[in-house]
Structure formats: structure tokens, C-alpha cells
T-cell receptor, first 117, second 110 residues
Framework: ETGVTQTPRHLVMGMTNKKSLKCEQH?????MYWYKQSAKKPLELMFV???????ENNSVPSRFSPECPNSSHLFLHLHTLQPEDSALYLC????????????????FGPGTRLTVT | EDQVTQSPEALRLQEGESSSLNCSYT??????LFWYRQDPGKGPEFLFT???AGEEKEKERLKATLTKKESFLHITAPKPEDSATYLC???????????FGQGTRLTINP
């Protein structure tokens, strides 16, 4: 495997279900991110992790719960979602988070297309 | 508030017809401007990073430039396989997130 991988690629879940999205990066990076991409809207950052520590949480509802057990893996646990949560969920990684004014490009996975019914 | 605006929303060209996509931004403390390509149903693919005004980067038929207010992605003699949505994003000092524009959907007709 190379780059950033995500599973599953597609997920349909009811509003009362609990499911998890998985992301793995094979780039040796220190930072990982979750983004949400809804139709007709720009990508929105959800969470940022640096070496397993959450460094940013952009006012995301508690029904989304991230977990980063190590610097290569990132999960997004989902429970009691709403239909408006249907979107493409993208994972990304970068060499590091921004430090001392240095910005690093982020590399994205293929995404998980989530449909909440 | 940091803002990124891309224009046009959609662009249709004939194969070989060169053009430019625009990304204008109003941010404080730009640390980097990024261009991505996204194909339908896939994640964004990284193309370029630009850090300061006057900088230029090239890759095959694509060339990205940066000024203090905007960036251009120039496409020279495009081919049908260049059809995709092109996304521009900025990162500002003190923030970890990339602020994305809405994207330009580019279609190259053979």
C-alpha cells in the first residue's frame, strides 16, 4: 500500500447505527486530518492530530468522535448521525503540522462516501 | 475572516486551447497556497505549493503563479485527461486548517 488509504470506500448507515471510518498513511508523516466534503460546499476541516495528540477541533458535533492510536492510523467513530451528515469524508496526512511559519502540503486519501438514511 | 474565491466555477475548453484558472484570497499571514486536482468520487491530488509572491511552479502542462492577492493555474495545450475539478487552498499563520475555495470544474473536449 502507498499513500493514504481509507476504508470503507462506501458506507450506508441508519440514524441509530454506530460505525467507524479507518484511515492509514504509509508516508511516514506526523500529522493526520479529517475533512468533510459536502455537495456544493468547500472542504471543511474537522480534526487535526499531531503525533497522536489532537491539536485542533473545528466545532464538530459530538456524534463524530476521532481516535488516533498511533501516527499512521486515524479513525472516525460515528453514532446517531443525521441525514445532513451524508458527505464524502476525507483523511489527509502531512509531514508535520504548521510550525514556525512553515506550511506543509497535505496528501489526501480516496475518501469514504457516507450516506445516512 | 479568511476567504478563498475561485473563478470561473466551470470552464469548458477544446483540446489544445490554453487558459487560466484564478484563485483570489483575502487572508492575514499567508503561509502557503496549495493547488489540488480532484476527479469525481476521489480525494484531492496534490499539485503545487507556493509560499511567496513571485513564486512559480510547473508540472507538465500546468504552471502555478502567486501574487499578493491571487494565484493563477495556467493550463497550456490541455488534453481531455486534464478534465477535473481544480481546488485552491491557503494556510495562514497559527492555523492548521487549509481554507479551500469552491473549485473550478474544467472540461476539455477532444
Amino acid at each position: 500500500e502507498t499513500g493514504v488509504t481509507q476504508t470503507p470506500r462506501h458506507l450506508v448507515m441508519g440514524m441509530t447505527n454506530k460505525k467507524s471510518l479507518k484511515c492509514e498513511q504509509h508516508l511516514g508523516h506526523n500529522a493526520m486530518y479529517w475533512y468533510k466534503q459536502s455537495a456544493k460546499k468547500p472542504l471543511e476541516l474537522m480534526f487535526v492530530y499531531s503525533l497522536e495528540e489532537r491539536v485542533e477541533n473545528n466545532s464538530v458535533p459530538s456524534r463524530f468522535s476521532p481516535e488516533c492510536p498511533n501516527s499512521s492510523h486515524l479513525f472516525l467513530h460515528l453514532h446517531t448521525l443525521q441525514p445532513e451528515d451524508s458527505a464524502l469524508y476525507l483523511c489527509a496526512s502531512s509531514q508535520d503540522v504548521q510550525r514556525d511559519g512553515r506550511a506543509y502540503e497535505q496528501y489526501f486519501g480516496p475518501g469514504t462516501r457516507l450516506t445516512v438514511t | 475572516e479568511d476567504q478563498v474565491t475561485q473563478s470561473p466555477e466551470a470552464l469548458r475548453l477544446q483540446e489544445g486551447e490554453s487558459s487560466s484558472l484564478n484563485c483570489s484570497y483575502t487572508v492575514s499571514g499567508l503561509r502557503g497556497l496549495f493547488w489540488y486536482r480532484q476527479d469525481p468520487g476521489k480525494g484531492p491530488e496534490f499539485l503545487f505549493t507556493l509560499y511567496s509572491a513571485g513564486e512559480e511552479k510547473e508540472k507538465e502542462r500546468l504552471k502555478a503563479t502567486l501574487t499578493k492577492k491571487e494565484s493563477f493555474l495556467h493550463i497550456t495545450a490541455p488534453k481531455p485527461e486534464d478534465s477535473a475539478t481544480y481546488l485552491c487552498a491557503v494556510q495562514v499563520g497559527g492555523a492548521q486548517k487549509l481554507v479551500f475555495g469552491q473549485g473550478t470544474r474544467l472540461t476539455i473536449n477532444p
